[in-house]
T-cell receptor
Framework: GAGVSQSPRYKVAKRGQDVALRCDPI?????LFWYQQALGQGPEFLTY????????KSGLPSDRFFAERPEGSVSTLKIQRTQQEDSAVYLC???????????FGSGTRLTVV | DAKTTQPNSMESNEEEPVHLPCNHS???????IHWYRQLPSQGPEYVIH???SNVNNRMASLAIAEDRKSSTLILHRATLRDAAVYYC???????????FGTGTRLKVLA
């Protein structure tokens, strides 16, 4: 497709459940990013991939968060043992080799109950 | 990281120009100024970016003060579809990490 695709669009998880969020970047985009957006706040950086290499994971809030991009295209953000504070919109973005003009997906809204 | 300051909210009438201000008094010489906007239930969308000179594209214009301590995003004719949260972001040259603030929520009145 023409844009960044994220699935599922909405996810409700019971506290303690593991979840996996998927991102399909624009074909050929080398760079891929994950951001977390709490209600009423701007997005916050989680992690960055260049191809399959995770070059920066400094924004991941705890070791319960794990991201991968094994073949340099699709990426998965996994959250283990979800907590209520993990409730947020998780945004994925991709860009070509040059770094300007990221394209964001519409996000996955995660609600932990 | 250099920070930006934006008004929390602004209102505009439809088909009138809108000037969205951003202060960045601690900007450094290599920091680019990016603007993104976020429509309801969507991810942020790239609007425009610049370094020193004013910039124009099909969506908007970016006016950068001579001392670069402030900038203004200009929407020439606001439409109802321009209602969104607008983020002004500073990015040092070569960086990939965006630091969003809380942005300006623009309301467009019919």
């Amino acid at each position: 497709g023409a844009g960044v695709s994220q699935s599922p669009r909405y996810k409700v998880a019971k506290r303690g459940q593991d979840v996996a969020l998927r991102c399909d970047p624009i074909s050929g985009h080398v760079s891929l990013f994950w951001y977390q957006q709490a209600l009423g706040q701007g997005p916050e950086f989680l992690t960055y991939f260049q191809n399959e290499a995770q070059l920066d994971k400094s924004g991941l809030p705890s070791d319960r968060f794990f991201a991968e991009r094994p073949e340099g295209s699709v990426s998965t953000l996994k959250i283990q043992r979800t907590q209520q504070e993990d409730s947020a919109v998780y945004l994925c973005a991709s860009s070509p080799r040059r770094i300007y003009g990221y394209t964001f997906g519409s996000g996955t809204r995660l609600t932990v109950v | 990281d250099a920070k930006t300051t934006q008004p929390n909210s602004m209102e505009s009438n439809e088909e009138e120009p809108v000037h969205l201000p951003c202060n960045h008094s601690t900007i450094s010489g290599t920091d680019y100024i990016h603007w993104y906007r976020q429509l309801p239930s969507q991810g942020p969308e790239y609007v425009i970016h610049g370094l020193t000179s004013n910039v124009n594209n099909r969506m908007a214009s970016l006016a950068i003060a001579e001392d670069r301590k402030s900038s203004t995003l200009i929407l020439h004719r606001a439409t109802l579809r321009d209602a969104a949260v607008y983020y002004c972001i500073l990015t040092p040259s070569g960086t990939y990490k965006y630091i969003f603030g809380t942005g300006t929520r623009l309301k467009v009145l019919a």
